[in-house]
């Protein structure tokens, strides 16, 4: 296996890592068994490609001492740090190297991209003969996950799952993410404790906004909409209460169609 001059083959490294979906901290992440964070805090403070790669992920890094899951590009949007004005998307969002770095409509350009050529290439690839495949697994869950409920070797893996005081300092009942493992006997989310309390607060919102927002669809309350929303981190960064509740109207006339558990589609 070809292994890139600063990373690691995934076999040498175990970690721990919990939160909610794209926004769960690495809280634990071992090299050989040993703490890996002060080599990835040389790196990305001594080398400039690895700080480019992700730069907004690794200033996260830098100011909470966790990394967090998921691209630059997403985690941009997921606080007030890196968006609210021009200056900092130039910065943060727009020259990043790696997979997503936050440029405005990355995956519809990437979806434009190919909308024309699909149909072409899955022809191209249906039309090729067939001949002998390794049976190997990729790195999905799902295959892994099916053998060792079958009674295959068991499987660990991070999954989102109700919060049964697996997070205890995230909302009871939401969804998190955490470790999960697999056997014959069925599935075991694996108790992980509190976040620490600098990655907690940012966590914690996000999922109460994600709670709230589900009360409101399942009511058919746009009011309640109109409040989830008021309280995201990028939105409430970058427009008044009064714009905000523009723009929950403004969306709810067109998506209108969408919500028919809505009698009334304005706040």
Known sequence: MKVCRWSAPIGEVTYTCAGINHQAWYLKFEWKGQDAYPLILKAVTERPEIYHEEPV???????????????????SEYNWWFRKRPDLVERYCTHGTGWNPGEHAYILKEYQATEATWKEIVRRDLAKPL???????????????INALEGGERYVFNGNVPNTALITNLPP???????????????????VGALPAEC??????????EE????AAQAGDPVAVYRAICHDPLTAAVLSLAEIRQ?????????????????????
């Open 57 to 75: 992920r690794n200033e996260m890094f830098l100011a909470l001492g966790y990394y967090v899951t998921e691209s630059s590009g997403h985690n």
């Open 131 to 145: 001949g002998p495949e390794e049976l190997q697994r990729g790195g999905e869950y799902a295959a892994h996950i």
């Open 173 to 191: 009942g939401a969804c998190v993410e955490a470790p999960v493992l697999v056997d014959v006997s069925g599935i075991h989310p694996m108790h």
């Open 200 to 209: 907690a607060l940012l966590t914690r919102l996000s999922s109460g906004i």
């Open 212 to 215: 709230l927002a589900i009360q």
């Open 247 to 267: 723009m929950t109207n403004e969306l709810f006339a067109v998506h209108a169609p969408y919500l028919p558990q809505f009698k009334v589609h304005r706040v």
